[in-house]
């Protein structure tokens, strides 16, 4: 019975990391900008990484490379935001210019040929 539950439970968190890592990819093609790609890779890789090493711990069992496993999970959640935040900071620094839900240009209504 305990190893049946054993089982299911690794078997639903690889199916969650697969599933967020897999929605990771998609946002990564596409979303329009680096913030926001940096965004949805930071987050749901993340959550993908975690939820996938979480089921290795568990199978695993409490052995030495389970100390192994969650130490590679706390680095991936240290380093990856952090990855992120470098990017769209380094982004930021270099003038890339966030897309906004606005796809048409401002227009004055002066260069339309109105005039007041």
Request: net charge negative; glycine share 6%; aromatic share 10%.
């Amino acid at each position: 019975m305990i190893e049946s539950i054993r089982f299911w439970a690794i078997v639903v968190l690889v199916v969650a990391g697969l599933f967020f890592t897999f929605v990771s990819a998609v946002g990564v093609i596409r979303l329009p900008d680096i913030y926001a790609r940096a965004h949805t890779a930071s987050q749901t890789d993340t959550l993908g990484a975690g939820l996938a090493l979480a089921a290795v711990a568990i199978a695993l069992g409490w052995q030495h490379a389970t100390v192994y496993t969650v130490l590679l999970l706390f680095f991936v959640f240290i380093t990856n935001p952090t990855a992120a935040h470098a990017i769209a900071r380094s982004a930021a620094e270099t003038g890339i210019e966030p897309v906004t839900g606005d796809s048409s240009p401002e227009e004055d209504p002066d260069e339309e040929g109105e005039t007041s």
